[in-house]
């Protein structure tokens, strides 16, 4: 019996013990595996290991290949027999090499596919389904869903729109991917990693990963105005797979020895085969996993006053405690960028691979962020906007929230600092790019600040031999007082959906702590949908694998009151449209995000919609 068939057994066999609502499931697994058997029914074969290797350690097979379980851990130390989240990425049938240590253990944690065609007129996507390597999908019924312009206009005076595009029938039925190791003659060396993608249409607990977004988006890059872009020619059409946090049923494989190639089947693509090319490192000088620490220096009564300085050290490390960069300085953002890195620290990729909330690759933004953030008994959004100006002055920090505008302090810093960042990429004669980055930082507690608990929270991304892992840490300061205080938060359980592979102590940044967000997420003038309230209601309503009524607000939130500051941004980020009446009233809707420009954190009304039908509170 073939190694394929071994694991279609392997997974049928759980398939039965499924608990959930019956009818429908059994259906639709049914439907996953016809496309499953449809896919093993084109390799035909393929999978047999040659004979003159045997496929390693058989026993993972038959025993732990399904396992059951997502705790992962993404600090301690490895072995090769550790298993570890592999990152695949393909684009136009291929994708950059993949190093890993040879032999190494992986489990798929994420997998980004790409297609993308050019075009000089505006035909929406329909160029992919003539032309390009995704034109054999089954692009019957994708449609436009929304449209965003990027906030900063282009350097010649024009603007770059972008359109999503769901619906297609390949993103709303199931399908499967078959990822398998082969050898110099293109002969299988293991056994295959075999994903269940499931369907955009809803979510079911055989889904592989928990995040699964699809979509097609045109991008026109030369609009005469955010108004007008009858004369554009630059266009661009990309269809994009996103799956990410490998949940119940993750397969671990080791990398055979022979393995040059790993190759890619798609369930709707049967014809075409996308391959990337391996090369095994034998000691790649640093171990996998990842971690932060951060070393503040305290006063000796151990509380901070108003108006001191707190003082902080970073150290970033592999799972073995490794430094990842000498003592003193962090890679420049040119060594990050172009190389080399050879310890994997990530840093702001958009420049070179644009990112857009929900729609596009926010996990490959990698910015690389600190925040400090207080009292904590005050936490709550931020809802100024902060101009790009801010970005381009030489202060090394971000004054983000205060007291007395926005009832509590936030200060941010970027790596590289943001004058840093955003100087090299308007001015990149400037050498900023060049510039040493500093381990070490300085918040600025003001003058005003109110006595409690203030949080330091770092998030940092590094990207290393086929791991691309998130990690954040929080610490807390006392200030004015010793006296801890805490959060109350209005919004909550999210675990009810979050937890196992959607735990949000693993997705996204990897912060379960909710206390510790709203410092970075404010809205920024060339980003407005900053706040945390605006992505969390984009995200979820647009996704139809969210199985909740969306107007039931007591998914997520406790009480009436944390539903009645009303705002374009609060209601806008859901809702598309609104009645003739507000449109004379409050504007035209102009985003996709926060309705309008910058008024759209005002509380446009403390009278109306004091409650929302079927909110269940
Ligand atoms: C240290 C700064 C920082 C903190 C703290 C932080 N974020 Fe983020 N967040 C970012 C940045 C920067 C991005 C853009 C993507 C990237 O670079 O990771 C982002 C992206 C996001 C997105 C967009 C995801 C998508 O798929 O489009 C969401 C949602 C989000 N954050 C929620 C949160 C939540 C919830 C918390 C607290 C638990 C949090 N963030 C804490 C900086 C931060
Ligand atoms: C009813 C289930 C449900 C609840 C409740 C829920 N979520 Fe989610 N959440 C999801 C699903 C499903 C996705 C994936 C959506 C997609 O990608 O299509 C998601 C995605 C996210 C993401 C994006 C992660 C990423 O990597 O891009 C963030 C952040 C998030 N949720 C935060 C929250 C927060 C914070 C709460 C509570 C205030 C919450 N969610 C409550 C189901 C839920
Ligand atoms: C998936 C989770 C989720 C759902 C569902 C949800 N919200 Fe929210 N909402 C949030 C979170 C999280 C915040 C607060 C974020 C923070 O503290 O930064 C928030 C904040 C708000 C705010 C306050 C904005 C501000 O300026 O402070 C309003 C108003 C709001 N939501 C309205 C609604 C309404 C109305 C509904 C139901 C129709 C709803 N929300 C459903 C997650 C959700
Ligand atoms: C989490 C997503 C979400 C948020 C946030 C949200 N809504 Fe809604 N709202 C819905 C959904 C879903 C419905 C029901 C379907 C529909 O009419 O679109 C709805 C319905 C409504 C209706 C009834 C429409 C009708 O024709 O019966 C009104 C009015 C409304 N919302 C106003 C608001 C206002 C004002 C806010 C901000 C305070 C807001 N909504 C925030 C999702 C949301």
Request: hydrophobic share 35%; aromatic share 8%; glycine share 8%.
């Amino acid at each position: 019996m073939t190694e394929t068939h071994r694991v279609i057994l392997c997974a049928s066999g759980d398939l039965h013990e499924v608990k959930g609502p019956r009818r429908a499931q059994t259906l639709r697994h049914r439907s996953t595996l016809m496309a499953l058997l449809s896919l093993i029914g084109t390799m035909a074969g393929c999978a047999t290991p040659s004979s003159d290797e045997p496929t390693p350690e058989p026993t993972e097979t038959t025993q732990g290949a399904w396992q059951i379980g997502t705790e992962i851990d993404t600090s301690g130390p490895t072995t090769t027999s550790t298993p570890l989240g592999l990152a695949l990425e393909f684009e136009n049938g291929a994708g950059p090499t993949l190093s890993v240590r040879a032999g190494q253990k992986f489990f798929i944690e994420q997998l980004d596919l790409r297609g993308a065609i050019d075009a000089t007129t505006d035909e929406g996507v329909d160029g992919l389904a003539d032309r390009g390597p995704l034109a054999n999908l089954d692009w019957r019924g994708v449609e436009l869903d929304d449209q965003e312009f990027v906030g900063l206009g282009n350097p010649d005076g024009t603007f770059t729109r972008r359109r999503f595009f769901t619906g297609a029938r390949w993103m709303r039925r199931p399908s499967v991917m078959v990822i398998s190791q082969l050898d110099n003659h293109g002969h299988p060396t293991a056994a295959p990693w075999i994903l269940n993608l499931g369907a955009d249409s809803h979510r079911s607990p055989l889904d592989t990963f928990f995040i699964r977004r699809t979509r097609a988006i045109q991008w026109t890059y030369d609009c005469a105005s955010k108004d007008d872009c009858s004369g554009a020619s630059l266009f661009q059409e990309e269809g994009l797979v996103e799956l990410r946090h490998s949940a119940w049923n993750q397969q671990v494989r080791r990398f055979a020895s022979r393995t040059t190639r790993l190759e890619l089947l798609w369930s709707e693509l049967p014809s075409a085969r996308w391959s990337v090319d391996v090369e095994q490192v034998g000691d790649p000088g640093y171990d996998y996993n990842f971690n932060i620490l951060m070393d503040i220096e305290e006063p000796t009564s151990g509380v901070f006053q108003p108006g001191d300085d707190v003082p902080v050290t970073l150290t970033l490390v592999d799972g073995s405690g490794e430094r990842l960069h000498p003592e003193g300085s962090l890679p420049s953002y040119a060594d990050v960028v172009f190389g080399p890195n050879p310890s994997g620290i990530q840093y702001y990729n958009a420049f070179f691979d644009p990112t857009t909330t929900f729609y596009r690759r926010k996990h490959r933004e990698r910015m690389m962020a600190i925040q400090m953030i207080g009292p904590a008994q005050d936490i709550q959004p931020i809802r100024t906007v902060a101009p790009l100006e801010q970005f381009l002055v030489p202060s090394e920090t971000l004054l983000l929230g205060t007291q007395d505008r926005d009832g509590l302090y936030a200060e941010a810093q970027l790596f590289p600092p943001a004058h840093v960042l955003f100087g090299g990429a308007f001015f990149p004669d400037s050498g900023a790019w060049s510039t040493p980055v500093s381990d070490q930082l300085t918040f600025h507690i003001p003058a005003d600040a109110k006595p409690g608990t203030y949080r330091i929270t770092m998030k940092a991304r590094r990207v290393f031999m086929g791991q691309d892992i998130p990690r954040s840490v929080t610490k807390e300061i006392q200030v004015g007082s010793a006296e801890h205080t805490e959060a109350s938060l209005p919004t909550g359980p999210c675990n009810t959906c979050h937890s196992g592979a959607g735990d949000l102590s693993r997705v996204l940044h990897a912060n379960a702590d909710r206390a510790a967000c709203n410092g970075c997420h404010v809205p920024l003038g060339f980003e407005l949908e900053g706040p945390v309230y605006v992505r969390t209601h984009f995200i979820h309503s647009r996704s139809e694998r969210f199985d909740r009524p969306k107007d039931d607000c007591s998914s997520c939130h406790k009480e009436k009151s944390s539903i009645q500051r009303v705002s374009k941004s609060a209601c806008l980020s859901c809702h598309d449209s609104y009645p003739a009446s507000h449109v004379t009233a409050f504007g035209p809707i102009q985003s996709m995000y926060v309705g309008g420009d910058t008024e759209s954190f005002d509380n446009c009304t403390s009278t109306c919609h004091q409650n929302h039908p079927g909110s269940h509170l």
